[in-house]
């Protein structure tokens, strides 16, 4: 477990951007039985999900949300020094996305750019890197850009994750200032590799039967280029990882459940989240949740969360955990003071 804390250091501004098309989960009768698509919903709590066009990239959606952050706070692009894109589904394998975003956001050549890759867990582990950044001599502001188009990586066919998957794209800004303390701790277990996974790639190279679309398990359709997930090894692993780490991280920065203004998960399961609220003891009303209208939306999720249900609550100073885990196996949790946090309400795109 690595826990890692920062003095001086926060976040200033978070926005988001979603795409315009909404699909229903109610429509899947083509994938669901109907007498079984209600309580799929329920049980989930996806009711609509937002889908990215054909040509449409995890970059754009995530420019967009820059744009807007960057417009709605008088950013001027030369004061970025750092910009980082977290996402697992970039442009192209090479070159690295964060540097056609530089190029695109207008920021300056001494901008140091590069991309962070990990599971739905993704967003702490690279808001913790820009934490790193933002402290350090010669840095004062860290644009975190965090998207995510599953959709492009996710079978329609695939009953298990075709309900839970939706797009989004988000924007960070992390800078000094006068922020108190944050506290982050990252956790990983490579054990669990294959309870996530696409499985072509470099180990097993991509070939034309790799696109292949196969009838696999309980009757699921995919090919090796798109995702396959263990739900029930998802969920067993998180029931026994998340509350756990919230706790440690509490007692660990001398905080209490009671000092908490707001409890951010990333977005997997509605019934999940429930279950982590009853586990913490922790009060419902102070844990935003936007499953119902954007779905899974991956290592976006928590920001994509803040954004949608937080804009204009963040105003003085409140104390918020954040916690998200995912393939890897990963997980994190983070506690930090925000300070005047302006958060712009979700554009779409």
Not at 33 to 51: A, D, L, S, Y
Not at 216 to 229: K, Q
Not at 244 to 267: A, C, G, N, P, R
Not at 330 to 342: F, L, T
Request: proline fraction near 3%.
């Amino acid at each position: 477990m690595a826990k890692i804390t920062f003095h001086g250091v926060g976040i200033k501004a978070i926005a988001a951007c979603v795409p315009r098309e909404i699909v229903y989960n109610r429509d899947l009768g083509y994938l669901i039985p109907e007498e079984e698509i209600e309580k799929t919903i329920n049980n989930i709590g996806i009711v609509e999900r937002r889908i990215a066009d054909d040509g449409v990239t995890a970059s754009d959606l995530c420019f967009k949300a820059a744009q807007q952050l960057m417009a709605d706070n008088g950013i001027e692009p030369e004061s970025i020094d750092v910009l980082l894109f977290m996402s697992q589904t970039g442009d192209y394998r090479i070159p690295a996305t964060s540097c056609l975003l530089q190029h695109r956001l207008g920021l300056p050549r001494e901008t140091m750019c590069f991309d962070i890759s990990l599971g739905c867990s993704g967003y702490l582990f690279a808001l913790s890197t820009a934490f790193a950044y933002a402290s350090m001599e010669g840095v004062n502001r860290v644009l975190l850009l965090d998207g995510e188009t599953f959709s492009k990586i996710v079978n329609r066919r695939d009953k298990v994750d075709w309900p839970l998957y939706g797009d989004a794209g988000t924007a960070t800004l992390v800078e000094k200032g006068d922020y108190g303390e944050s506290a982050f701790m990252l956790n990983t277990d490579g054990s669990g590799e294959d309870t996530l996974k696409i499985h072509a790639g470099m180990r097993n190279p991509v070939t034309a039967d790799s696109c292949v679309e196969r009838e696999r398990e309980d009757g699921n359709i995919r090919t090796d280029l798109e995702v396959f997930m263990d739900g029930m090894d998802v969920f067993n692993f998180a029931i026994s990882k998340v509350p756990k780490s919230i706790k440690q991280l509490l007692k660990d920065t001398d905080h209490t459940i009671e000092d908490v203004d707001f409890l951010v998960f990333h977005q997997a399961n509605r019934f999940m989240m429930d279950f982590f609220v009853k586990k913490l003891k922790f009060y419902p009303e102070r844990v935003p949740y936007s499953i119902h209208k954007y779905g899974n939306t991956s290592s976006a999720s928590v920001p994509l969360t803040i954004a949608s249900e937080l804009s204009g609550r963040l105003d003085g100073e409140h104390t918020l955990v954040m916690s998200a885990f995912g393939a890897g196996l990963s997980w994190g949790s983070a506690i930090m003071r925000m300070r005047d946090c302006k958060v712009s309400p979700v554009i779409e795109y």
